[in-house]
């Protein structure tokens, strides 16, 4: 729904007016208002209220009919059984009139009707399709236990179908394949790499970068599970292959750190890319598995599921792999693993939090941006975020409590880094993305993301969404975050495992967001001291080399106890 017109009082009958203001509230809230109370003041005296309130009827009138619509699409799919394509495409494009959750829900029903039909590989692009959608749009529904315990059925049945059809054989658990007498052999599994600022790329970069080389030798195996797939009819998100998305960390890992990376050869389907690189770690004799997967990585849930490697680990950065076959589930921070260690609890798999890493060494060597480059006046406080999903992490509360804050500090100016439309954020700023010098900018995706988080003054944290691997960055820059836990997705878990309780802004509200953030807007001591006790933080919590050690020694003292036994 559209922004209310203002309505001035001298041209408008007040009475009129004020209800039709009102109405207008309700209806941006969701709320259903009878039509007959809109449709009385498309018969009021007053011209403008009359125009105004047509208008309104109009566009509800509109919604109603998207969410019949859609509601049909959905029908249609339930009664073809998800079978064609080109139906499933149109509900998925009008599901979003059914509320936030239902292509998520509408991904999920058209896998397990592929998985009734025995339709493998359907089943494993619609599990894709699912977890990729709701963690684009904050993770809700992949951080809920219920939904867990679903997708996790859906993954563990069609992984059984899948070995018995390609003929896997698991490896011997606790068995080591290399020599007794020599190094152990571990793979770091990731479904993708890209060159710069991925958050995921970064932290396997973090384990390679400070690995235990006398206990370990080190293979990385990319799944691609994101890539595009001769057989993936109907995958909804997919990005380029690894070898273009991250040359120069490729050329970097194999050179300089001397970790050989494997790809996958064939691109028919994740069950083929996944067989061959189980076939892979059986050549090189691996014998531990360390995953960086997510339920959205079915190829990734497939090796784990067919046993790849004597012992299974997973790292559970961000949302984990949920895959009931390792020996260890890492969470990344306590509170994710109080929510969803559920089912190692169940079937006997001990679990710990890894409490986070972080290399800040590129963004303390960065130099930020001069003011004149960006065209941002001397005297302006810069606010900024960066991330890879923000135009569905910047809520409009968001953006509204943003704006205000900008509209009461005329030296200010706000900038989000990252890629994607902002149609609608665009629409919540106004008039502050407008002129010669905007105070609301989108300058899209940076190979440079660094040198802006060293230009801004205050780092914002979106909510409810937000992120977390960027906090980090600005903590290592020693700048002021304002953030704010609203509800338990993994995203606002992680930013408040980042800047911690004692940082948290509170009560979680749109007014205490736009308090804190005021006040550094006007308070450079403030500012200098907020971001002094993050560094500080940081510097305690996310020191990297002991981050790695940690989990290092957690997988040896595990597989040399089992090993012994």
């Known amino acids: 729904m559209s922004t209310a017109p203002t309505l001035s009082p001298a041209t408008c009958e007040p009475a009129d007016a004020a209800r039709l203001e009102e109405l207008h509230r309700r209806v941006q809230t969701g709320e259903q208002v009878p039509l007959d109370h809109i449709a009385s003041l498309t018969r009021s005296s007053d011209p403008v209220v009359r125009g105004l309130a047509k208008r309104l009827l109009s566009h509800v009138l509109v919604a109603q009919a998207r969410r019949s619509a859609a509601q049909l699409l959905w029908e249609a799919c339930d009664d073809l059984d998800y079978r064609v394509p080109q139906v499933l495409r149109e509900a998925a494009d009008h599901a979003d009139a059914l509320g936030r959750d239902s292509l ?43 939904c867990v315990r679903r997708m996790m059925g859906l993954y563990e049945s069609a992984a059984g179908k899948a070995a018995s059809k390609l003929d896997v054989h698991p490896a011997a658990r606790r068995v080591r394949r290399s020599p007794a007498s020599s190094r152990l052999r571990l793979a770091h599994v990731t479904c993708q790499l890209v060159d710069g600022g991925h958050a995921p790329s970064r932290s396997l970069e973090m384990q390679l970068k400070f690995a235990d080389r006398e206990r370990f030798d080190l ?28 040359p120069r960390r490729i050329a970097e890992f194999e050179r300089d750190l001397g970790v050989p990376v494997v790809l996958p050869r064939h691109r028919r389907s994740c069950l083929t890319a996944a067989a061959e690189l189980h076939a ?33 680990f997973d790292q559970g950065f961000g949302v984990p792999l949920h895959c009931p076959a390792v020996d260890y589930q890492f969470f990344e921070f306590e509170p994710t693993m109080q929510k969803l260690a ?58 509204r409590t943003v704006a205000r ?28 993305c407008d002129g010669a010098r905007p105070r609301v900018r989108f300058p899209g995706s940076s190979s440079e993301p ?59 509200t749109d007014e205490a967001y736009a308090a804190r953030l005021e006040r550094l807007v006007r308070d450079p001591a403030e500012r200098a ?37």
């Open 342 to 399: 559920f089912w190692c609890r169940e079937r006997g798999i001990p679990y710990g939090p890894t409490s986070g890493g972080h290399d800040g060494t590129d963004v303390e060597l960065a130099a930020p941006f001069a003011r004149d480059e960006l065209a941002i006046p001397a005297n302006h406080v810069v606010l900024g975020t960066i991330g890879n999903h923000l135009p569905t992490r910047m809520s409009a509360a968001f953006c």
């Open 450 to 508: 660094a040198r802006f988080t060293k230009t801004f003054d205050v780092f914002l944290n979106p909510y409810p969404g937000g992120g977390g691997f960027v906090i980090g960055d600005a903590m290592a820059a020693r700048k002021p975050v304002v953030c704010m836990q609203v509800g338990e997705s993994s995203p606002a878990l992680a930013g408040a495992g980042w800047v911690g309780a004692e940082h948290l802004v509170t009560p979680p």
């Open 280 to 312: 892979e770690m059986v050549r090189r004799r691996i014998d531990v598995a360390f995953f960086h997967g997510s339920l959205a990585t079915p190829s990734d849930w497939l090796l784990c599921a067919w046993q790849a490697a004597p012992w299974q």
């Open 104 to 146: 998520y829900e509408l991904h999920l029903r058209a896998g397990e009707a592929a998985a009734r039909r025995g339709d493998i590989v359907q089943a494993l692009v619609q599990l894709l399709n699912a977890a990729s959608t709701d963690m684009r749009h904050g993770a809700q529904r992949v951080n809920e236990p219920a």
């Open 405 to 432: 804050v900008l509209r009461a500090n005329a030296e200010t100016t706000f900038l989000a880094v990252g890629p994607g439309d902002f149609s609608a954020q665009r629409a919540v700023f106004g008039d502050l």
């Open 219 to 246: 293979v990385l195996f990319v799944t691609e599970a994101l890539a595009p797939h001769v057989e993936h009819t109907g995958q909804t998100f997919a990005s380029p292959p690894s070898s273009q998305r991250a």
């Open 529 to 565: 001291r907020l971001g002094t006790s993050l560094r500080r933080r940081y510097e305690q919590v996310f020191e990297p080399r002991r981050w790695v050690t940690s989990m290092t020694d957690r997988i040896w003292e595990l597989v040399t106890a089992q090993a012994r036994s």
